[in-house]
Nanobody, 115 residues
Framework: QVQLVESGGGLVQAGGSLRLSCAASGIRFRINVMGWYRQAPGKQRELVATITSGGAPNYADSVKGRFTISRFNANNTVYLQMNSLKPDDTAVYYC?????????WGQGTQVTVSS
């Protein structure tokens, strides 16, 4: 059974920090890309950051310089360090893992940034 389990969301004041974690299990093939997406109320899900198995990151322009994605391949875990958070970062954050031809999603974790 494939599982992507996220943790680390919560409520934080603007300017604060949070660290999200996601552990993937049960995926048969090697995971190539892992990443984070987010969806705010009334908006489409959007890319936040991805990272390849080789460690190459990719960020949305809106989070560059504030968020850092990292990954530990040995246990299929991906992290998102979020600094200098803004109210616009408020959303449900979803973990994503791509293996072979399939993309898997976590259940999401709420991040709320108060002004």
């Amino acid at each position: 059974q494939v599982q992507l389990v996220e943790s680390g969301g919560g409520l934080v004041q603007a300017g604060g920090s949070l660290r999200l974690s996601c552990a993937a299990s049960g995926i048969r093939f090697r995971i190539n890309v892992m990443g984070w997406y987010r969806q705010a109320p009334g908006k489409q899900r959007e890319l936040v950051a991805t990272i390849t198995s080789g460690g190459a990151p990719n960020y949305a322009d809106s989070v560059k310089g504030r968020f850092t994605i990292s990954r530990f391949n040995a246990n299929n875990t991906v992290y998102l360090q979020m600094n200098s958070l803004k109210p616009d970062d408020t959303a449900v954050y979803y973990c994503n893992a791509g293996a072979y031809t399939t993309f898997y999603w976590g259940q999401g974790t709420q991040v709320t940034v108060s002004s």
